[in-house]
């Protein structure tokens, strides 16, 4: 069964197939240099998409013992859960700003998250719910500055902001914060920064002019965080930086700024067997035995997260070796060239990790897919079971019951938690 150790250091957990090892204490320190990194300002620990694929209760937990008291999420439903799982309002404001028509609106003003705003039919929608709850609502009003994704655009900016210094005057909300998001922040020197930071200062001057006193001005995400500390203001919204991945793997690695990743997925070898020269390999033989040689079969594949995109480019580390997938990366399953040598079935195939084995990193993933860190850590799937090092706060009790052998802790909410609901 599984035990937590204090080490970081990943070891498949016994009769697993495979497994997601979650370093809460690396998470910690990431979250402590993040924050000695902004001074001032506010860490906001950004939880969406499941804590980009490390959980997002166990991680939101951690962060609030750890004393950060602003939770991000995209979807009401991610920021409904993490107030489910008992995170009060007392310890954190959870800030969530992918709406839809419907909201659920009601909801959240119940559960007391602040929700973004971003234009005029989200603020008719959230103030039909605060007349029917008598609740009044906690609204962060999103500018477009430039990325042409969510939020207001300058042209309609002054009636939005008018309509809520309105409905504030009326006592039905309270105009939290101001914020907008950027297009570039990973790309020193793009000329949309400076274009972004301009436009955001005039609609808050423009806000602020209207009335309006947003106690929490925020605009940066983790590139941002790292290496624009003019976009500071009171609060940054870090996701990937405090997973210790860089967003800006041209400019730093996880080290260079003091961080160290947290997931590593680790795979139990299901076979091992000696094939002849010029014999093909998985769907579409698009690899061929160059020679007599070893071959290695990881149960893992693309249900499990694991790209398409990786075939005949992954890298995984076995015996202290960097192999590559030969061939197709399969539903459930990939092959390596084990080049005659014989490891033993079951023995442990890391595909990635903090790189501290030598072995490869989420980054080395991304740029063998050709996409980055972020999507590789946040695809691995609810099939995958996390096992949760260094926590210093318990598992959450929804948790569903596991099989045997099979880690309980920290299954992805709604996720499949067994071996067994394997197809
Ligand atoms: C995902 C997201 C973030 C966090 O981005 P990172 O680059 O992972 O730090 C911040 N703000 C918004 C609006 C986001 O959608």
């Known amino acids: 069964m599984t035990t937590a150790n204090t080490t970081g250091t990943a070891t498949l957990t016994d009769g697993v197939r495979a497994e997601a090892t979650i370093d809460l204490a690396a998470l910690r320190g990431n979250l402590a240099a993040l924050r000695e990194r902004v001074g001032a300002a506010t860490v906001m620990a950004t939880v969406k998409a499941d804590a980009y694929g490390h959980g997002a209760v166990r991680c939101a937990r951690e962060a609030v013992a750890a004393g950060i008291g602003w939770l991000g999420t995209a979807l009401p439903q991610e920021a409904l859960a993490l107030r489910a799982a008992g995170i009060r309002p007392d310890q954190a404001r959870i800030l969530c700003w992918l709406w839809t028509p419907g ?88 000329p949309s920064i400076q274009a972004q930071l301009d436009a955001f200062r005039e609609a808050l001057a423009y806000a602020e002019a209207a009335g309006l006193r947003p106690a929490v001005r925020h605009l940066a995400n983790s590139p941002a965080t790292l290496l624009l500390p003019q976009s500071h203001y009171d609060l940054v919204r870090t996701g990937l930086a405090m997973y210790g991945l860089s ?109 501290e084995q030598g072995e490869p990193t989420a980054e080395d993933w991304g740029r063998a897919c050709g996409t980055i860190s972020y999507e590789i850590v946040t695809r691995i799937g609810a099939r995958v079971p996390r096992r949760y090092l260094g926590a210093t706060t318990e598992a959450p009790t929804a948790d569903v019951p596991a099989a045997e052998g099979v880690p309980t802790e920290g299954v992805p909410t709604g996720g499949a938690a067994t071996e067994g609901a394997s197809v």
């Open 103 to 190: 909201g659920p609106w009601r909801e959240a003003l119940l559960a007391d998250i602040d929700v973004s705003v971003s234009a005029q039919w989200a603020l008719d929608e959230l103030l039909a719910a605060v007349r029917a709850t008598g609740v009044p609502a906690r609204v962060h009003l999103k500018a477009d500055t430039g990325l042409g994704r969510n939020g207001c655009q300058p042209h309609d900016w002054p009636e939005l902001v008018g309509a809520a210094r309105r409905a504030e005057a009326e006592g039905l909300l309270t105009v939290v914060g101001v914020w907008s998001h950027f297009a570039a922040a990973d790309e020193p020197g793009h």
């Open 247 to 355: 967003p800006v793997p041209e400019v730093g690695s996880p080290a260079d700024f003091g961080l160290r990743p947290v997931m590593a997925l680790t795979a139990r070898l299901a076979l091992v067997k000696h094939v002849p020269g010029g014999h093909g390999v998985s769907y579409g033989h698009h690899y061929t035995t160059p020679g007599p040689t070893t071959l290695g079969l990881v149960p893992v594949g693309y249900s499990d997260g694991i790209p398409r995109h990786a075939s005949g480019t992954g890298p995984v580390q076995i015996a202290g070796k960097w192999r590559t997938v030969a061939g197709r990366v399969a539903m459930d399953q990939f092959v390596v060239d084990l080049g005659g040598d014989t490891p033993a079935v079951g023995d442990e195939v890391l595909l990635f990790g903090n790189g």
